[in-house]
């Protein structure tokens, strides 16, 4: 049985996203809290055991992201997913960086939310398409649904990472600076940044040094 935690303090949506994830496991359990408060009693709980847990930002009592992060940091063993109305880059980046292993825009499609909560599950990270506008080369396709169907962006490890994202990390294996990889892959450094933070989380990694150690260790 799947334990699913929804933290959302409109009780429509919560009910919408239970419909929806019924369709990922028929027999789903699911808790509910409707403030910020809330889910952390819950997180904090040894009794309750979650296997996914969706939360909204800006819920009554929410602290800002260091409240995210202590609710990753508590269920570090469950994936935490943002599912927000918000779809700046700010708050995807601010998002990652707390620890969360994904971040849905409520604005997407039945079919792109299952497809991104699939792809966390099988230990991805998904990145709203939305937040990486400037990757329009084919070749630059966002973590999305479509990756958990191309081996290709896989690393052997289990990794996953983009084309996009590996060009970005080969950038950072020659030393160059956020500035200097917008410019010669025609990103933003907005985009580039939000690149680096979901390289340094898929690849458990906490900057560029440790991330340019494993790459080299994973291409050999």
């Known amino acids: 049985m799947m334990r699913i935690l929804i933290g959302d303090d409109h ?7 239970r419909r929806l ?6 027999d789903a359990k699911f808790t509910d809290a409707s403030t910020f408060d809330e889910v952390l009693h819950l997180v904090q709980n040894p009794d309750e055991v979650f296997d996914l847990i969706l939360i909204d930002l800006q819920m009554p009592g929410w602290p800002g ?3 995210l992060e202590q609710v990753c940091t508590t269920a570090s063993d469950t994936p935490v997913i943002v599912v927000s109305a918000s779809e700046s880059q700010s708050d995807v980046r601010n998002s990652l960086d707390a620890g969360a292993a994904g971040f849905i825009p409520k604005s997407s499609s039945v079919k792109i ?3 991104a909560i699939n792809l966390v599950f099988s230990g991805g990270i998904y990145l ?7 990757d329009v080369a084919a070749k630059a396709t966002p973590i999305s649904h479509h990756d958990h169907d191309h ?8 990794h996953q990472l983009t084309q996009r994202q590996w060009e970005v990390l080969n950038c950072l ?3 160059k600076s956020n500035k200097q990889i917008a410019y010669e892959l ?19 990694v906490k900057n560029r040094t440790q991330a340019v150690i494993v790459a080299s260790e994973l291409q050999r």
């Not at 709203?128 to 400037?134: L, R, T, W």
């Not at 081996?151 to 289990?158: I, N, Q, V």
């Not at 580039?192 to 979901?198: C, G, P, S």
């Open 151 to 158: 081996g290709g962006d896989r690393m052997a490890s289990g």
């Open 21 to 26: 994830l019924e369709q990922l496991s028929a």
């Open 65 to 67: 992201f260091s409240g």
């Open 186 to 204: 025609g990103l933003s450094e907005g985009t580039v940044k939000i690149h680096v933070t979901a390289i340094f989380k898929s690849l458990g």
């Open 11 to 17: 009780l429509l949506f919560r009910e919408g996203l």
């Open 128 to 134: 709203p398409p939305s937040a990486i506008h400037a």
């Open 113 to 115: 939310m299952l497809s």
């Open 173 to 175: 294996r020659e030393g």
